[in-house]
């Protein structure tokens, strides 16, 4: 198995801090999409009919909807890692100003982990089994940060820390056998944020955790997000998480976005019939607790 940082995040080199370059000094997107279109070139099928989005630092969006209605190929389109045979059909996707469909593999390797960076769910198949996660984690930071071998592996016990790991001494020097589920999911976010990624996608990254764990991930993210501006897109079919860390939401159903706006006044007032229907599906998972809270807000 190839090392975490080829998989997923790959080699350095520094990017231009981005700066206040929008109009009016407002912050220039680290990530716009504009009405993608993605299509399976062997059975010549669209699958995804048309996502845009834009996300400046520190904010988030959320993409929601049923299983196959095209949320991972989206993020993934964006990682430039789309599965063999499927391509970006039409319209375009731009990571801090330049379209991927311009990018050199070089460039995507310095990009991958230090501007943008993931977190999918099922971590055991992100990290090496023979190697501790200390090692995989410090392995990211010299690589993508060009520290020494003893300061990164002081970093990835600072990095673990950061995900609330208790004894992060100790799961530093474990094997992935050795943790469970929520611990390492939690190593997971801390090799994807090692590198001081300025956008996370978060597909799915805390659905497979119990309801505690779950939490803290997401207030983990959030905390992220306000100390350090990262830029969030969550994934998720539960309308809870997103509701909790997103200014906007996407509703996707068969590769279609059927509704999209402010996430407040998606879930408050949805238009749409399948939004209704998302939203109900969802309240006995406690949906409206976000809900007043954000209302409140
Ligand atoms: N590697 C692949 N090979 C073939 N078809 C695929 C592949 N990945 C996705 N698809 C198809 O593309 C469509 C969209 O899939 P995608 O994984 O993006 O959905 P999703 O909304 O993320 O679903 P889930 O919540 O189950 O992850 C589905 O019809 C799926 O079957």
Known sequence: MPPLSEKLLTPIEEIDEPGLGGPAGRPAPVLSLRDVRIKDQAGGRELVHGVSFTLTPGKAVGIVGE?????????????????????????????????????????????????????????????????????????????????????????????LRAVHLRDAELVCSQYTYELSGGMLQRVLIAAAIAADPRILIADEATTALDVTVQAEILDLLADLRERTGLALVVVSHDLAVV?????????????????????????????????RLLIAEHEQYGLEKFLATKEDA
């Open 67 to 159: 299983s196959g209605s095209g949320k991972t190929l989206t993020c993934r389109a964006a990682l430039g890692i789309l599965p063999a045979h499927f391509e970006i059909s039409g319209g375009s996707v731009a990571i801090d100003g330049s379209d991927i469909a311009d990018l050199t593999p070089a460039q995507w390797t310095a990009l991958r982990g230090a501007t943008i960076s993931a977190v999918f769910q099922d971590p055991a198949s992100y990290l090496n089994p023979s190697i501790r996660v200390g090692a995989q984690i410090a392995e990211v930071i010299r690589v993508k940060k060009g520290l020494k071998r003893r300061e990164a592996h002081r970093r990835a016990i600072e990095l």
């Open 243 to 275: 509701a909790q860390l997103c200014d906007e939401v996407l509703v996707m159903r068969e590769g279609e976005v059927v509704e999209q706006g402010p996430t407040r006044e998606v879930l408050h007032h949805p238009r749409h019939a399948y939004t």
